[in-house]
């Protein structure tokens, strides 16, 4: 089949390392090795050009914002600059208008032979793909990972929030197929009004020829400075939704019973500079490493040298709506997981099981759970084989293709479901 991937979403580099980069590649990679044709669509490469891109084997259309749409852009932004104000408009004026350059360059360039279907991931005032969808008389199905409007209120801004959540409801009504990645977006999007029957759950996933238990490399332990005892891990985004800000203490909570254990935080973002400060004031920047940002394909080997891997997601003031990619990757290389009781997180992780809850939120919990980890290798062990085996049987990206292609099928055979 011929697919079109959209993602229209300006702060996904598709080349890049940020886990939504990964989600939109993979999926891409899984569908191309299924034996499809895919074209993924997409205004932003890299957010720095220091980064390699990432490799892709399917064709990569980079199509931005026209001359018309910068030159607004940059308007509003002067026309802020001279108020002495700073608010989210300009960006949110940008992704508006990059909708008639996906639009018109798409057509041009697929009029003459169309895609079967189109599948996009949904983004802040994306209407590009159900235009695109009823021009080529194709199925829209939408990939939504956050509730949008909900999302850009909470953790970035918006200054024109009823727009926004308008938007969203109006994408969401029109897709022939909405695909969440967990329970609670699936509850969200039959809120805003879809039917239940056209709401299909599709989380997070791996790829098993990456992610896979594997022992640990004493060249990498090397590089890394890791010396001989025990480490605690997370990959990831370091923002507030991811809750980094409780490492430090975590660290120091530990080290009394483990005074050998070190952390490893592979990541970056806007709390980098807490977190390292936080660590230097409590005498422990010499027991941390933090990376920055590393290719995909050095995660796996990385996640093999924790001992325990960390999500300390804290419980937000709305539903837990996410998918952790993180977590998927840590269970799939074999590696004990303690996480928060939140969520899509107690659906993948069975306390004693596969991995270990705690209440969301209780870092005397969290550090004691550690503490007893820690110290139980063989529980460790038989956690982390009991995780690896289940997300390798139930949760790969082949996986998730072969069921987004079976859908894009039904809806191709009986037009107008």
Known sequence: MKILYLCADLGIPVLGRKGASVHVRELVAALGRAGHQVVLAAPTL?????????????????ITPGPAAVAAVAALKEFNARLGVENSLPGELRRILLNRELETELKRRLE?????????????????????????QVPLLLELNAPLALEQEAYRATAIEPLAAQTERWVLSRADAV????????????AAGVKPERIHLLPNAVSPALFYPAPADAALRARWKLDGGPVI??????????????????????????????????????????????LEQRG??????????????????????????????????????FSPLKLFEYMACGIAVVAPELGQISELVRHGGTGWLY???????????????????TLRRNLGQAAAKFIHNGFTWDQNAARVVQLACSLIRTPGA
């Open 179 to 190: 695909l969440v990645v967990s329970s609670e977006l699936r509850e969200h999007a039959a």
């Open 284 to 321: 422990l920047r010499a027991r941390a490493v933090i990376t920055g940002l590393l290719p995909q394909e050095e995660i796996p080997a990385l996640i093999s040298q924790f001992d325990i891997a960390v999500a300390p997601y804290p419980r937000p003031g709305h539903a837990f709506y």
């Open 359 to 377: 209440t969301p939120g209780d870092l005397k919990a969290l550090a004691g759970a550690y503490v007893q980890l820690l110290a139980d290798a």
């Open 112 to 136: 003459a032979e169309p895609p079967d279907f189109i599948y996009e991931r949904a983004s802040l005032y994306s209407i590009a793909g159900v235009s695109l969808a009823r021009e080529f």
């Open 233 to 278: 891990g997370f990959v990831g985004g370091l923002r507030p939704w991811h809750g980094v800000e409780v490492l430090p203490e975590l660290l120091e909570r530990i080290l009394p019973a483990h005074p050998g254990v070190r952390l490893v935080v592979a990541g970056d973002g806007p709390l980098r500079g807490d977190l390292e400060r936080s």
């Open 46 to 62: 890299n957010k720095s050009p220091w980064e390699p891109p990432a490799r892709l084997d399917s064709p990569l259309w980079h």
